[in-house]
């Protein structure tokens, strides 16, 4: 389908943005003036002056959000379009030159007296500003000098090729083979490869799993020798900043007590039974005398009939959050009727689906609806993510809107929990029911399971070369194959394939990032829970964490939610809830 035949209340009002293109040329013309910052260095010792930089500071981006989120949003329609391709590529000189401008920011102010920064701290005239200054006290010990900073800048550009090189052989490199697939040959791809994962043919899963896992291999040398590049990278920076370990740094760039990381981890090896007990009931389910690893995703239930338009859908999608409250079902009524999400797929649209948003305007969202279970799913997901944009920027002033990482996935989780349990309650079909519950489980597996395995992965790869140990493909694949047995059981046969897997997840590139995956679909479990058994003193919680954007550090935002990490209660009850519904399944299949 090309995008022209789409109806209109199918694509998402971008000239809420700007317009017209002309529009957004004019701004971009006005933001790269606005860029003399530099005026500023040397005079942030006054307040006066830091208080004009920081303003003038908020007003240009302000003004490059709405250029970029444009610019990204047209070339995502169509990125056959060239000129959207340029207005992304004109994003990029624009952020390099203020980049450049503002780099003596952070610098002078680390320099300046820790009573001048109290100071700042308890003045009301900055307090947009409290937070982002708390945490500046903070790194001081750990900011360089100004010419530290700029040598770091320059081996930063080398240190970005590793990343840069695994995406050119995961992307471009890697010698995929030609599979047949319903009689036509076609090349394996990595969007394939999950496709035939989770499809009902065992044959031909046993097959594109070996060629998959036969493709990284060949390449293993030079990917053992580029993710050990990336770790040394990341314990330079650790040395350089005058951190006790990777970890450390990480966990202090996202304002997270190691205490979050350390019960997770303890949390999950508490739980392995359960999870050794599903993978054991897959093998019976499937009635197979060995199970490998390209059955894991094998469908368990089949024959679900769910399929509803995008309109059905989106209603479903409604009733199912009631729990949240006439306001936040008024909000999603809003962003359906007033076109936030663009919905069809079309020729040249970006895959997949994501929310975006702009100050002083609303959230928007791509998808790519197809009449499936799990893209209604997505739109609750989605809108998730939307939603909390929306109460944060409609609550907090432009410097503290914008909510971190650790905590951007728990909003759209909190809704796809809400929904599966309403389908739930709602469904009369018991193969319906069966398959939610399977999806359930699935979802707790691959998202807290699973990416807690590979966040003690990357922790232990990490641990050895700051212990002197170089790492090579014969202890990286060891050191994977231990955790998987550890984490997957003796029900599965674990072949040297699977022992290989780490060499194809990119997120290893961005380390310690994976375990936010976790706590977010476990703070999200705590906090469906809450709303499901607390009713409106849970709801009007959940909406202080909502609207919190970055005013504090993520655990403390959590916490007005009712969900203490530092604490090992909410591990405990995500893993109870695995459990459970565990033994809702069997009980329904006959286990």
Request: glycine share 4%.
């Amino acid at each position: 389908m090309q995008r022209s035949e789409v109806k209109e209340q199918y694509k998402w009002a971008i000239e809420d943005i700007y317009p017209t293109d002309e529009a957004w040329e004019a701004d971009y013309d006005r933001a790269m003036s606005m860029i003399n910052f530099s005026r500023y260095s040397g005079k942030l010792g006054e307040k006066s002056q830091l208080l004009a930089f920081l303003k003038e500071n908020d007003e240009f981006m302000k003004l490059a959000e709405a250029l970029a989120v444009y610019a990204y949003m047209k070339h995502d329609e169509d990125a056959r379009i060239a000129k959207y391709t340029s207005y992304n590529s004109k994003m990029g000189m624009l952020f390099s030159k203020y980049s450049g401008d503002v780099a003596f920011y952070e610098p002078e102010m680390a320099r300046q007296s820790e009573a001048y920064l109290n100071s700042l701290v308890a003045d009301e005239q900055f307090s947009d500003y409290d937070y982002q200054l708390k945490q500046l006290i903070k790194r001081k010990p750990h900011v360089l000098s100004e010419a530290e900073e700029k040598l770091i800048a320059l081996a930063g550009e080398s240190f970005s090729t590793f990343k840069e090189t695994f995406g050119m052989i995961d992307n471009a490199d890697l010698p995929l083979p030609e599979i047949e697939l319903d009689g036509k040959k076609v090349k394996l791809s990595h969007g394939l490869y999950g496709l035939v994962m989770h499809s009902s043919d065992r044959q031909k899963r046993k097959e594109v799993y070996d060629k998959y896992y036969g493709a990284y291999q060949s390449l293993i040398n030079t990917i053992t020798s580029t993710y050990y590049g990336n770790v040394k990278k990341d314990v330079f920076y650790s040395k350089a900043y005058k951190f006790n370990s990777c970890l450390e740094r990480a966990l202090f760039e996202e304002d997270v007590d190691r205490v979050v990381y350390d019960n997770l981890l303890a949390s999950v090896e508490k739980s392995f039974p359960a999870m050794h007990r599903y993978i054991a009931d897959r093998k019976k389910i499937l009635g197979y005398d060995k199970l490998y690893f390209s059955d894991v995703y094998a469908p368990l239930v089949s024959d679900v009939d769910f399929k509803l338009s995008y309109d059905e859908a989106y209603e479903y999608v409604i009733k199912g959050l009631a729990p949240l409250g006439k306001e936040y079902q008024a909000l999603l009524k809003k962003g359906h009727d007033e076109r936030w999400i663009d919905v069809e797929e079309t020729e040249g649209k970006r895959s997949g689906a994501y929310s975006t948003g702009v100050t002083g305007i609303h959230p928007f969202v791509l998808l790519n609806y197809q009449p499936t279970l799990n893209d209604v799913f997505t739109i609750a997901h989605e809108m998730g993510h939307s939603l909390h944009t929306y109460f944060s920027t409609a609550n907090q002033p432009f410097a503290k809107a914008d909510y971190r990482i650790f905590v951007a996935e728990v909003a759209s989780t909190v809704n796809e929990v809400l929904l599966l349990k309403y389908m739930l309650n709602d469904a009369k079909d018991e193969n319906l029911k069966k398959y939610l519950l399977n999806y359930y489980l699935d979802t707790i597996r691959a998202t807290l399971h699973r990416q807690t395995m590979f966040a003690e992965f990357e922790f232990k790869a990490h641990d050895m070369v700051e212990n002197g140990e170089p790492l090579t493909k014969e202890n990286l694949c060891s050191l994977y194959a231990d955790l998987g047995k550890k984490y997957y059981g003796d029900a599965i046969e674990h072949d040297y394939n699977i022992s290989c897997e780490w060499c194809r997840i990119p997120h290893f590139y961005n380390a310690f990032y994976v375990y936010k995956y976790a706590t977010g679909i476990i703070t999200a479990m705590n906090i469906a829970h809450r709303i499901l058994t607390e009713g409106e003193s849970a709801v009007k919680d959940y909406f202080k964490f909502l609207s919190g954007g970055s005013s504090t550090d993520p655990v403390s935002l959590l916490k007005l939610a009712g969900v203490d990490l530092t604490t090992l209660k909410p591990f405990e009850f995500a893993m109870s809830e695995f459990d459970n519904t565990l033994r809702q399944f069997e009980t329904l299949m006959g286990l």
